[in-house]
């Protein structure tokens, strides 16, 4: 673990600045990086966000968004690896290891920048010069905030940046309502509401602003694609390519599918698998003892949190789901005697 003196060291003076975070980013992937962008920005660094993927259209409205760059290989591969090669200082948020940011990757481990790593996953890849790690950490704008005050400047959070900071931790805690909640989190957003922010804004942003079309697929998905396995205390959800194409589905629309699963009354492990081409996305989700961290680490490539994971696959769906399924037995004793386990009802 880096000391903020020697952030405070090196941001002492205007630099260059590459902000960067995960592949499809989430609320809190963009709001840590656009926060810490409006911040940096007001202490007069010049900065680029730089994305390795498109984003939800639910998160657009972020300040700074209009100056983000998306990364396309086909496109403006040039453009960035010549932002990566000319940054000063590269900060890497809410991911832990470098290929979650594909082709961008292998740029950032041989920029000659000093490299920032700011996240909240388990188990961080070595190739930060200064390591903000936190996995206790609700999200990565908790540790944004926190890198903020702790250099002196919480009084630079206005609303805008505390709004996309907002939005980081809302989303990654569930609204509030995951484990990770701690007295922390709700002290920081107390200080965000000084620095008001709107909240009830924010949440209909993210959460009520769905086309009609992602509602019509959410209603196929839970009606025709979710599967029970009581004797597991599993469910789960497969969505082929097709399926995706028949409803339009756009970047963002099966965010959120892995929590239906697991809000079945006595479901402990939940998993949404999506053929997306050239690989199988694999979301998981567990409640109390169970770790889908273990899970994805193990047998798909993944990792992340004790209780929110994901993972890949390079064969077809239908293999991926049977190789899911086939390792189900190995793991039932756990399963079915998790804590947070309720038993189904007997008739």
């Known amino acids: 673990m880096s000391t903020i003196s020697e952030l405070q060291e090196l941001l002492s003076q205007p630099r260059q600045v590459f902000i960067t975070t995960h592949h499809k980013p989430d ?7 656009l926060g810490l962008a409006g911040y940096l920005r007001k202490k007069g660094h010049t900065v680029t966000v730089v994305t390795p993927s498109d984003y939800p259209d639910f998160l657009a409205w972020m300040p700074g968004n209009n100056e983000v760059v998306v990364y396309d290989s086909r496109q403006n591969d040039a453009q960035v690896q010549e ?3 000319t ?20 740029y950032i481990r041989h920029a000659p920048g000093t490299k920032v790593l700011i996240d909240h996953h388990q188990e961080p890849e070595q190739f930060a010069d200064l390591d903000f790690s936190n996995s206790s950490a609700a999200a990565t704008a908790e540790l944004v905030f926190e890198v903020i005050r702790d250099l002196g400047d919480q009084d630079l959070i206005d609303a805008g940046i505390g709004e996309c900071l907002y939005a980081g931790i809302m989303t990654d805690t569930g609204s509030f309502r995951h484990p990770s909640t701690s007295r922390n989190v709700h002290l920081i957003i107390a200080e965000l509401l000084n620095a008001g922010i709107n909240l009830s804004d924010v949440h209909r942003r993210i959460y009520d602003s769905h086309s009609e079309m992602r509602l019509r697929f959410l209603g196929f998905v839970l009606k025709d694609k979710l599967r029970v396995l009581r004797e597991y205390n599993t469910a789960y959800i497969a969505i082929t390519q097709q399926e995706l194409k028949e409803y339009d589905s756009k970047t963002g629309d099966t965010e959120g599918l892995v929590n239906f699963a697991l809000s079945i009354e006595g479901i402990v492990f939940a998993a949404v698998l999506i053929d997306r081409g050239q690989a199988v996305k694999i979301s998981f989700r567990s409640v109390g003892d169970f770790s889908v961290s273990s899970f994805s680490r193990d047998h798909f490539q993944g990792g992340g949190h004790h209780n929110a994971s994901g993972g890949i696959s390079y064969t ?32």
């Open 316 to 347: 077809s769906l239908d293999s991926t789901v049977q190789r899911f399924l086939d390792l189900l037995p190995q793991y039932q004793s756990q399963l079915v005697t998790a804590p947070l386990a309720v038993a189904p009802p007997t008739v």
């Open 87 to 106: 940054a000063e200082v590269l900060f890497c948020l809410d991911f832990s290891c470098l290929n979650r940011i594909n082709e961008m990757g292998e």
């Open 27 to 33: 609320a809190d992937a963009l709001g840590s990086s």
């Open 83 to 85: 932002i990566i090669g």
